[in-house]
C-alpha cells in the first residue's frame, strides 16, 4: 500500500478517501543515538485527488522506539507521533512530490514525516541521579 494508483482512483472515480497501513521503516532513519524503531510505521491519512492529477495527502504516522536513555543510558521506550502533508503533482516540482506513469510512490514522503517527527533524544522520565565529583 505504499503505491497510490491514481489512473485506477480516476477510473473508479474514488477522488476522496483514507489510506491505512503499516511500513518497516528504514534503521538509517533514526537519528538517536542506541535507539531502534521497535514497531513499524502505522499510517493513516486522507487523500484528495484534484482535476490535475495532483494529490493531496494529510494524516498522521505513529511508531514506537526503544533503547537506552538518552541521559541515563537506562533501557526505555516512547512512542512517536507525526504529522503528514505532502501533495503530488504529475510533473516534479522544487517543493513538492512529483511522480511519472501514474503512480505514486509513498515512500519518500512518509520517510520525509519519520525524519521530520523524529525526537533529538529518547528519555525515560526519570530525573538522572545527581553526579558528585569528588575533589
Ligand atoms: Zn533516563
Given at each position: 500500500?505504499?503505491?497510490?494508483?491514481?489512473?485506477?482512483?480516476?477510473?473508479?472515480?474514488?477522488?476522496?478517501?483514507?489510506?491505512?497501513?503499516?511500513?518497516?521503516?528504514?534503521?538509517?532513519?533514526?537519528?538517536?543515538?542506541?535507539?531502534?524503531?521497535?514497531?513499524?510505521?502505522?499510517?493513516?491519512?486522507?487523500?484528495?485527488?484534484?482535476?490535475?492529477?495532483?494529490?493531496?495527502?494529510?494524516?498522521?504516522?505513529?511508531?514506537?522506539?526503544?533503547?537506552?536513555c538518552s541521559r541515563c543510558l537506562k533501557e526505555t521506550a516512547?512512542?512517536?507521533?507525526?504529522?503528514?502533508?505532502?501533495?503530488?503533482?504529475?510533473?516534479?516540482?522544487?517543493?513538492?512530490?512529483?511522480?511519472?506513469?501514474?503512480?505514486?510512490?509513498?515512500?519518500?514522503?512518509?520517510?520525509?514525516?519519520?525524519?521530520?517527527?523524529?525526537?533529538?533524544?529518547?528519555t525515560c522520565g526519570e530525573d538522572p541521579e545527581e553526579i558528585?565529583?569528588?575533589?
Open positions: 500500500m505504499m503505491i497510490i494508483d491514481i489512473r485506477k482512483l480516476n477510473a473508479q472515480k474514488k477522488y476522496r478517501g483514507t489510506l491505512e497501513f503499516e511500513y518497516d521503516p528504514p534503521e538509517e532513519l533514526m537519528s538517536i543515538p542506541f535507539v531502534k524503531f521497535s514497531s513499524p510505521v502505522k499510517v493513516e491519512a486522507a487523500y484528495e485527488l484534484f482535476a490535475d492529477d495532483s494529490l493531496e495527502l494529510v494524516g498522521k504516522i505513529r511508531y514506537a522506539i526503544e533503547g537506552k516512547d512512542e512517536v507521533e507525526g504529522e503528514l502533508n505532502a501533495f503530488f503533482e504529475p510533473t516534479k516540482d522544487y517543493e513538492d512530490y512529483g511522480y511519472t506513469n501514474g503512480v505514486i510512490n509513498l515512500k519518500e514522503a512518509i520517510d520525509d514525516a519519520i525524519m521530520a517527527s523524529m525526537p533529538f533524544s529518547l558528585r565529583f569528588s575533589e
